[in-house]
């Protein structure tokens, strides 16, 4: 590939931005669904003159904000059925980005649980609050699928649109 081509170099930025966007879902520091939107909207400003790179942009738009708007109402409605209250998500989140940085990587994931079981046990008490944990961790794992989902679907009509225009 030849450096002067930008169409060629604005597709490969695209492209690897939209890659990095559905791994950075599973990686919680990176924003992934956004990332993916983001590399379509280069893609689509700063590629070739063509109409169907603003339809594909808006297509990846809409699933994007299809899969946002599924991912915070689906597990929300959920936890609110089973009784966990956003208290314990937020104490779970602080607790989280506090173990990310003193156990690097794994510390995200026990932070979060242990934010989550502490506010459940003060609550609830201890025999309560462990199943009360696993439904809020249920509801992350969810928000976090429809998420992965939503990106690799952002990703796959690029691909389509890529192919097409």
Do not use: Q
């Not at 379509?40 to 299809?66: E, F, M, N, P, Y």
């Not at 025999?127 to 699928?145: D, I, N, V, Y």
């Amino acid at each position: 590939m030849d450096l002067t081509d930008t169409h060629g170099v604005i597709t490969l930025v695209a492209g690897i931005a939209i890659a990095v966007g559905v791994v950075g879902v599973v990686i919680p520091v990176l924003p992934g669904l956004l990332l993916s939107w983001a590399g379509v909207l280069l893609w689509a400003l700063l590629g070739s003159d063509s109409a169907g790179r603003w339809v594909v942009l808006a297509v990846a738009t809409l699933v994007a904000l299809l899969g946002a708007a599924v991912k915070y109402l689906l597990p929300g409605k959920r936890l609110k059925r089973v009784g966990v209250p956003n208290s314990a998500l937020l104490a779970g989140g602080v607790l989280g980005v506090i173990g990310f940085f003193v156990i690097p990587v794994v510390g995200l994931v026990i932070g979060f649980v242990l934010g989550i079981y502490l506010v459940e046990l003060s609550r609830l008490g201890h025999e309560r609050a462990w199943p009360s944990t696993k439904h809020a961790l249920a509801a992350a794992g969810m928000a976090m699928l429809i998420e992965f989902t939503t990106a690799l679907a952002v990703a796959v009509t690029w691909v389509f649109g890529l192919l097409l225009t």
